[in-house]
């Protein structure tokens, strides 16, 4: 079994920035992409932002130029930083990744518990 533990979220003011953290541990023979999503009070949870195990990062178009997605493959740590935060990036923060166990024969799929960050004055 794999298991993600998030760390980093809180309470910031509009236009501050946060750093999210997430490290995967377990029985763990490979990750492939690892990534971010967020659920917003009243809304469905979207991808926020995803990275290859080669370093490629896709990101919603509302947190280009805004947060930036990267990975410590030796750690199996993948990192959010978020910078020029508004009320509406408010949510509940996941990361997630795709993992091969040893043994296993596809990889799958693994999620954080969550993590609240809050964009308020």
């Known amino acids: 079994q794999v298991q993600l533990v998030e760390s980093g979220g809180g309470l910031v003011q509009p236009g501050g920035s946060l750093r999210l953290s997430c490290a995967a541990s377990?029985?763990?023979?490979?990750?492939?992409?690892m990534g971010w999503y967020r659920q917003g009070p009243g809304k469905q949870r979207e991808l926020v932002a995803v990275?290859?195990?080669?370093?490629?990062?896709k990101y919603t178009d509302s947190v280009k130029g805004r947060f930036t997605v990267s990975r410590d493959n030796a750690k199996n740590t993948v990192y959010l930083q978020m910078n020029s935060l508004t009320p509406e990036d408010t949510a509940v923060y996941y990361c997630?990744?795709?993992?091969?166990?040893?043994?296993?024969?596809?990889?799958?799929?693994?999620w954080g518990q969550g993590t609240q960050v809050t964009v308020s004055s």
């Open positions: 997630y990744a795709q993992a091969l166990s040893p043994g296993a024969p596809y990889y799958g799929s693994f």
């Open positions: 377990g029985s763990i023979r490979r990750i492939a992409d």
């Open positions: 990275i290859t195990s080669g370093e490629i990062a």
